[in-house]
């Protein structure tokens, strides 16, 4: 991970508990975070900021939060997007919400794991 600075995590979670939860464990893990629970609190936390990271929910409440992802690097091209789901990466690709490559964490995570993957693709 870059030392010179803080990264700023945008989470994207429709359930409060997780989304505190997720807050909680990157903030442990020395990250500046900001949280949205629906694509509009998203879409106005990157108008008003730089991201470096999109931690999305791949299903949110009457949304696609794979097109949420799109919209977001549309804007900001250079962050890095990291999807989370309760389903396994495997069915997600096989349902067409995420590309073959998009990095993926499945729920439920721990909190060494989430760091690790946020820290990976932050490098």
Known sequence: MRAHRQDTVLVVEDEA??????????EKGGFRVLEAANREEALSCIDER????????VVLSGDDGSQLAR???ARQPNVRVLFMSAHPPEALRSMHRVD???PTLQK???????IRRVRDLLI
């Open 100 to 102: 073959a490559d998009s």
């Open 108 to 114: 439920p995570f721990t909190e060494v794991e989430l």
């Open 17 to 26: 508990l997780i989304r505190l939860a997720v807050r909680h464990y990157l």
């Open 71 to 73: 919209e977001i690097t």
């Open 50 to 57: 730089e991201v470096d990271l999109l931690l999305t929910d």
